[in-house]
Nanobody, 125 residues
Framework: QVQLVESGGGLVQAGGSLRLSCAASGLTFSSYNMGWFRQAPGKEREFVAAISWRRGGSTYYRSSVKGRFTISRDNAKNMVYLQMNSLKPEDTAVYYC?????????????????WGQGTQVTVSS
């Protein structure tokens, strides 16, 4: 049974930082592209960042988080992380970890096979 469990969310002031973690189990983690998505109230789920399963772990970001967020993975621990710096109120959302077995990374939610339950990030102004 595949499980993705996010942690690390919380309340932070604008300009602050948070590090989200996602623990994966029940899958061959090193074979999966991993992504982070978010969903704010009343809005559609949107892509945040992804990291490839391939050697070197190429990374991809939505434009609004480039230079502020960093995605990384530790295949030995079956973990993926999202370091979020210089947070803004518009980053407030539930953040989801997702796993995708495709050969290449995607920013399309439907490409992902497994999802976590989400962790709330709230950025106050």
């Amino acid at each position: 049974q595949v499980q993705l469990v996010e942690s690390g969310g919380g309340l932070v002031q604008a300009g602050g930082s948070l590090r989200l973690s996602c623990a994966a189990s029940g899958l061959t983690f090193s074979s999966y592209n991993m992504g982070w998505f978010r969903q704010a109230p009343g809005k559609e789920r949107e892509f945040v960042a992804a990291i490839s399963w391939r050697r070197g772990g190429s990374t991809y970001y939505r434009s609004s988080v480039k230079g502020r967020f960093t995605i990384s993975r530790d295949n030995a621990k079956n973990m993926v992380y999202l370091q979020m710096n210089s947070l803004k109120p518009e980053d407030t959302a539930v953040y989801y970890c997702a796993a995708d077995l495709s050969s290449s990374t995607s920013d399309y939610a439907r490409a992902y096979d497994y999802w976590g339950q989400g962790t709330q990030v709230t950025v106050s102004s």
